[in-house]
């Protein structure tokens, strides 16, 4: 019998380099993993805009050395209960287009869903309207009235 020992590492133990080299290994056994998904998270894109929602991007690599801008929509799926999505972004109540939020989509529960989100998101913009310029605040000013 053979016995092999191995060390592990924690990600925060790593070098920097290191750290690199890691990122580019996960970037390659997922290379197409989720590519599936890509006309979803542009759908979602879309749908955010609409409802008033400007996405936050991250720099990522590309393959050929360069970088461009990726949303942060987060997601998993398929595995667990509790999986799903989230994005991280800003919400301006006044930039909301209620009749243009699924359009096209035909009528099921999803359609209905948005469409509500979407009313309830105008209901929101219309009983607060947004402060005057000159008014700065990093804090929330309201909580969204989501179930």
């Known amino acids: 019998m053979k016995t092999i020992t191995t060390t592990v590492y924690e990600f925060n133990e790593l070098s920097d380099s290191a750290k690199e080299k890691v990122r580019d290994w996960y970037r390659h056994i997922n290379a197409g993993d989720s590519d599936f998904a890509d006309c979803v998270i542009d759908e979602a894109i879309e749908q955010g805009e609409l409802l008033g929602i400007t996405f936050k991007t991250r720099t990522v690599k590309l393959y050929g050395g360069g970088t461009r801008e990726k949303p942060c929509i987060w997601w998993s799926g398929f595995h667990r209960q509790g999986d799903g999505a989230c994005f991280e972004g800003t919400w301006i109540a006044c930039d909301i287009k209620v009749d243009k939020v699924a359009e096209g989509w035909g009528e099921d529960n999803a359609t209905t869903e948005i469409k509500r989100i979407a ?3 105008d209901a929101v913009a219309k009983k607060y309207p ?3 310029n000159h008014i700065n605040t990093s804090k929330p000013l309201l ?5």
């Open 119 to 121: 009313k309830e998101l």
């Open 130 to 132: 947004p402060l005057p």
């Open 143 to 147: 909580p969204l009235p989501f179930r």
